[in-house]
C-alpha cells in the first residue's frame, strides 16, 4: 500500500460510498468521518450558503497505486458525482498490535 485516496463526498451519497467500497476487492478498509466543507457558493443550498458551510463526508483509503484508477472509475456509476478526490503518495505504513 503506497497511496492514500482521499475523497470528499455530499453526506447524502455516504450509504452508496460505503456500499460501493465495500464490495471492491483491492480495499480491504478505510477510514471515514464527517466534515465541514467550504468553497463555492454555486454548490451550496441557500441554507448552506447562510451558514458558510456543507456537511460532508471525508474517506481515506491505503491502498496500491495501481488500484487507484479502477475505484475513480466507478464512483461516477455507483455512487454519485458531487465527489471531490485526491491522492497523496505514503512513505510507510504498518500496524501496531
Given at each position: 500500500m503506497d497511496t492514500l485516496l482521499v475523497l470528499n463526498v455530499n453526506k447524502e451519497l455516504e450509504d452508496d460510498l460505503v456500499d460501493y467500497l465495500?464490495?471492491?476487492?483491492?480495499?480491504?478498509?478505510?477510514?471515514?468521518?464527517p466534515v465541514r466543507g467550504h468553497g463555492s457558493r454555486s454548490q451550496l443550498s441557500l441554507a448552506e450558503q447562510v451558514s458558510g458551510r456543507q456537511q460532508r463526508l471525508v474517506v481515506e483509503i491505503l491502498l496500491d497505486a495501481s488500484a487507484v484508477d479502477t475505484v475513480l472509475a466507478?464512483?461516477?456509476?455507483?455512487?454519485?458525482?458531487?465527489?471531490?478526490?485526491?491522492?497523496?503518495?505514503?512513505?510507510?505504513?504498518?500496524?501496531?498490535?
Open positions: 465495500l464490495e471492491l476487492d483491492c480495499i480491504s478498509g478505510f477510514t471515514s468521518m466507478g464512483l461516477a456509476n455507483h455512487v454519485g458525482r458531487d465527489i471531490v478526490w485526491w491522492q497523496q503518495p505514503v512513505a510507510r505504513s504498518g500496524r501496531i498490535g
